[in-house]
C-alpha cells in the first residue's frame, strides 16, 4: 500500500505536520498518523494533503449555458435570461454538457456535488459517472397557489426517474413558491433539503416592500402578484420545517449577521453554503465571511452553476474568497469546502476527513507560502485519488 507525506495533512482541527497517510488503490484510506521510525513513505510531496471537495451547489443541467448570459444582470435579468435560453439546447448537447462538466469538477478533485435539477437531463450523465458523488435536489417552484399539488406531483414523477440516484424534494427560493408549495414541500418530509435564500438585495426589496425589480419580473412572466404574506423570506420559506431539518441555505449574501446566527440556532442541521464566484457573476457583490465567525463550522461552498460561473473548481471558490479577505486561513477555507460540506450533505461517513475505511479523496495543495500555510494565487491542486 503506497504510503505518503507532505509538509502538512489536513486534520478538521488543523494541519498537522511529520504526518503520512496510507492509501490502498482503490482509493481507500489504510491508515494515517505520525510519522514514526518504522514508516517508509514511498512519496514525500511539497503542500498539504487535503481531502477531496465536497460542492454543495451546482446545478449541472445548465452546464451549456456557460458564458452565455451576460455577468451583472441581477437576480431578475439572469433568471429571465436563463427561462430565455433554456429551451435553445438540443438533449444531445445537454447531456454532453453535464457529462463535460462532470469531468471537470473530478479532475479539478471534487468527490461529491449537491445538484439542483428540473429536468432529468443529468440522470444517464450521472449513472455512467458514478466515481462523482451527486445528491439530485429535484427543485419545485410556482407562486400559484392553486397550482400547488400539480407542481408537487410533477416532482414525484421527476423524483421517480432519479429513483437509483440519491435525491430528495427541494425548494427553489422565497421569491418563486406559493405558501401552499412550501407547505407541500416541507410535508414530504425530505432526507435533505436546499432553498436559495437572500441571495439578492431584489429579494429583500419585493418582501418588504413589494416593488422593486421583481414586480417587473413576475409582469414579463406573466405571473401575477398579490404580495407576500410576512415581510422576512427566511420566515416564509423555513417557518414550517420541522427544527431538525437537514438544509442547505445557499448563497446568503444579503443576510445580516443576527438572521444567520438565529436561523443556526433554530435549525442545528443548518448548513450556509457561499458561492462567492456566481455572486460576482449575477449581482457584483461579495459574501462577507466576518458574518459567519460565530458559525464558522456552520459554513460550506458551492459553485453554482456553469451559466454564472468559469468552472467547477472548488479552489477557485476558495480564493475568490480569500483574495477578499487575506485574514482567512487557508484550513479554514479548506474545511468549508471539504469537512463541513460533507456534514452539510450529510456524508460525514463517506467524505470530508481522511477517515479509515473511507474512500474521501486524496488531493495534493501545492504552491503554497508554506512558512504561513497562506495560499497563494499559484496554489493548485493535484489529483492522487
Ligand atoms: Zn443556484
Known sequence: ???????????????????FLEVDDTGKIIDLGPITSEIQAAQSLNGVLIPGFVNTHCHLELSMMKGVIPRGTGMTGFILGIVSQRGKYSEAAQTEAVTLALQEAW??????????????????????????????????????????????????????????????????????????????????????ISVHLLESAEEREIFETGTGPFTEFYKKIGIP????????????VLNEAPVNQPIISVHNTEMTQEEIEDLAKKFPHLYFALCPRANQYIHGTHPDPNKFLRIMDRVCLGTDSLASNDSLDMLEEIKALWRKNTWMTTHSLVKWATTNGAKAMRLSDKFGTFTIGTRPGVNLLKNLDLREIQLTEDAKIEKYY
Open 1 to 19: 500500500m503506497p504510503i505518503i507525506t507532505a509538509d502538512y495533512i489536513y486534520l478538521p482541527e488543523g494541519f498537522a505536520a511529520n504526518h
Open 107 to 192: 479532475d479539478s478533485g471534487t468527490v461529491a456535488i449537491g445538484d439542483i435539477c428540473n429536468g432529468p437531463v443529468s440522470i444517464n450523465p450521472k449513472k455512467v459517472f458514478p466515481q462523482l458523488y451527486c445528491h439530485s435536489f429535484i427543485e419545485l417552484l410556482g407562486l400559484n397557489g392553486s397550482q400547488a399539488n400539480d407542481i408537487l406531483n410533477k416532482g414525484r414523477v421527476l423524483a421517480n426517474q432519479f429513483m437509483a440516484l440519491p435525491h430528495s424534494l427541494t425548494l427553489h427560493a422565497p421569491y418563486s413558491m406559493s405558501q401552499e408549495l412550501i407547505t407541500a414541500t416541507h410535508q414530504t418530509h425530505p432526507s435533505l
Open 225 to 236: 402578484f398579490e404580495g407576500f404574506s410576512t415581510s422576512s423570506p427566511i420566515d416564509y
